[in-house]
């Protein structure tokens, strides 16, 4: 009897031995750390990382220019595992310079301009335009505030005093409004500005404005607002000279010179550079075809308001286009080397070419070519308001 127990002892010592043999052959290598402690005991305990970086972003394509400071938190949440951005706060958003907004142009486009003007109507909606902004006044009372939005993002509140003139193109349609008083604007981290603007004629509105916004001029601005601007003529390859007027600012015709209920009919004062060899000058003015000026002189300065409906070369007459068009006004002054026959001029009348009256300016009486020494050039835009 006492051999069979230590029989049945024996076996079940082997059965267990063979056992824990068995258990140890099958378990996963990785599961041990070769000292008796278990891997993912060691993984568990692993302390996420953090670090901290500064990042400084310059904004300078923007029609504001800025600089922003960022304080950047990273998380490491398992070991050798991926950086993660766990936060990030600005430090630091400044605007870079001095508000230098003052007689700038602004141009972009967009595919909806219901996106940019906020009191566009829905029958507005989808359909593209371009866009330019002219700001005339002197910029004032700037304030800026830095706010957060509660949604992990934030704009800087940008309060200033100024006007604008907006003109925008949607679909072959131009729309002007002149000197919109500008309350301020918002900016964000993109370098999109809101620009928020309040008018009589038009109440409040916002202006939207992308980070892609391109600096233009006046010029620019008042060739796209004009139904008469003379693109191109055929002696733009002559030597050109300064011509400049006080009734012209920032691109525009002073209400004094048209023959409108709120002008004065007035001639306006236009001042050249001399040039030599010139026995006398030729001064146009021109609206698209319709001539409104033809004065001929040897001096370099018309003071205002010398002429009136008169004799060929020494007559004027004021714009006076129809209401809401904006129609360019262009000065024309052409040095001559010897006398000329007159040019075909139909004064107050459409159908002049410049083209054409520069072509008879260039002949002299005995026929020779290259009487137009130079020429000088003054744009000014107005509309009828009606």
Known sequence: MKRVISLTITIALLLTLGAGCDKSTDADPSSSNGDGSSANAASDSFEPQRKTESVTADITDSMIPQVIEKSITYVQKTEDGDWEEESRTITKWEIQQELALSDTVWTFGADDITTVF????????????????????????????????????????????????????????????????????????????????????????????????????????????????????????????????????????????????????????????????????????????????????????????????????????????PAGSPHTYSVFVFALKNETDDPLLLFDMGNNSIDSIYQDLDKDTDGNTGNVIAYGRLDGNYTYPG
């Open 118 to 321: 906020s009191i566009m109507d829905d029958s507005f909606k989808g359909k593209s335009g371009k866009c330019f902004l002219h700001f005339g006044n002197e910029v004032k009372d700037v304030q800026t505030q830095v706010v957060d939005n509660g949604d992990d993002t934030s704009k800087m509140d940008i309060t200033f005093n100024t006007s604008v003139d907006v003109f925008f193109e949607c679909w072959g349609t131009k729309y002007i409004f002149e000197s919109v008083p500008v309350t301020g604007a918002e900016a964000r981290e993109d370098g999109s500005i809101d620009l928020k603007a309040s008018a009589p004629e038009i109440g409040d509105v916002v202006i939207s404005i992308p980070s892609s916004v391109q600096s233009s001029t006046w010029k620019d601005m008042l060739i796209a607002e004009s139904e008469t601007y003379i693109t191109g003529t055929t002696f733009d390859s002559l030597s050109s000279f300064t011509v400049s007027s006080p009734q012209v600012n920032n691109g525009f015709w002073d209400t004094k010179i048209t023959n409108t209920k709120y002008g004065e009919n007035m001639s306006p004062e236009l001042t050249w550079d001399a040039v030599d060899g010139a026995s006398k000058y030729v001064v146009i003015m021109i609206d698209g075809s319709w001539l409104h000026m033809d004065v001929y002189t040897t001096e370099t300065t018309l003071v205002a308001g010398a002429f009136a409906k008169g004799e060929r070369g020494a007559q004027y007459v004021g714009p006076y286009p």
